[in-house]
């Protein structure tokens, strides 16, 4: 092979090769940071510095439409554009690296869909519990810096949400639903997960790792257990499929369910029993009724994938 055609990154050891990528991210975060201030201030005024200081504490519909354009900004520098990077400078081609060049069989497509949605008591169930997590009193401190975390988090998201116009639902789309799906799927799956694969020749020690750095990035800790779930749900049907795709669908399902309930709710049309559903005394029934369908259409996506496979491997005898 030509060594000129050789990635860049092509002779680093596998725990250099992640210190280049969290380089990478860190650069990028900044980098793209400074890029969206620069083009704020047109739209927000020379004052945003000061602006961005009141995001999370204001109902100011300019400063809401600020937090949401700097949210989008830190999904980009954070997200996408080091995924991207990354995969052309360890493999160049960027594609099939970040395996999207692979498209799922339909019927693999449909139950991801479903799995994740059928999933949605038992995750509101698993919420439930870790909400009760307490700490000893010798780490009240950190325990009331998680609280406070969580509790700015969540008044964050529940501020986003709060929309009612067709131009917001877009925009919450985008944000809430399409970029990050995206974006952290290229991160954590399409990325760290194959660098941990390749560091520990253990695929599911990478699935796990990936799993786990997903969930504590969000710095959400009382809804660590679910989403470190969803992960490992992520990453082993990334694992099955061999395609990003798959990953990419059921994190959009997941998002864009709570995207659409909270439209409807807030425009009167419906109840909100997207994040109640499996909590309660009323909880047993559909948390059991979850748990079955959820299992099962884990295996069916292990079993569409495997058949998959195995068609492969006599076309090529």
């Not at 510095?49 to 830190?74: R, T, W």
């Not at 560091?199 to 990035?217: D, E, G, P, Y």
């Not at 969803?230 to 694992?239: C, D, I, K, S």
């Amino acid at each position: 092979m030509n060594i000129n055609k050789l990635p860049i990154l092509h002779n680093f050891s596998n725990p250099l090769r992640i210190l280049t990528f969290g380089m990478i991210i860190l650069s990028s975060v900044i980098l793209v940071l400074i890029f969206g201030i620069v083009i704020a201030v047109p739209f927000f005024g020379q004052d945003v510095m000061e602006k961005l200081a009141l995001m999370g504490n204001s109902n100011d519909p300019e400063i809401i439409s600020m937090a949401k354009y700097f949210q989008i900004v830190s999904q980009v520098g954070t997200f996408l554009l080091p995924a991207f990077l990354f995969a052309y400078l360890d493999g160049r081609k960027t594609l099939s690296y970040l395996k999207l060049n692979v498209m799922p069989e339909l019927r693999t497509m449909i139950a991801a869909c479903i799995t994740i949605l059928a999933a949605v008591p038992l995750i509101n169930f698993l919420s439930e519990l870790n909400q009760q997590m307490s700490l000893p009193s010798s780490m009240a401190d950190i325990e009331h810096w998680m609280r406070s975390s969580e509790d700015n988090a969540s008044q964050m998201t529940e501020t986003f949400l709060n929309v009612t116009t067709t131009g917001g639902f877009l925009i919450n789309l985008l944000m809430i639903a399409i970029i990050p799906a995206v974006g952290e799927e290229l991160l954590f799956r399409g990325v760290l997960q194959k660098l941990f694969s390749q560091w520990t020749k253990n695929v599911h020690v990478a699935v796990i790792l990936a799993a786990f750095l997903f969930s504590a990035i969000h710095f959400q800790f009382y809804g660590f257990i679910p989403r470190f779930l969803m992960g490992v749900l992520l990453g082993y049907t990334f694992v099955w499929s061999g395609s990003l795709w798959v990953p990419i669908l059921i994190h959009f399902t997941n998002n864009f369910s709570a995207v659409i309930v909270s439209c409807f709710y807030n425009s009167g049309k419906a109840v909100n029993p997207f994040d109640t559903i499996g909590t309660g005394e009323t909880a047993l029934v559909p948390v059991l009724i979850s748990i079955t369908a959820t299992t099962v259409l884990i295996y069916l996506l292990f079993y569409f994938e495997k058949q998959k496979h195995l068609k492969t491997s006599e076309l090529h005898k």
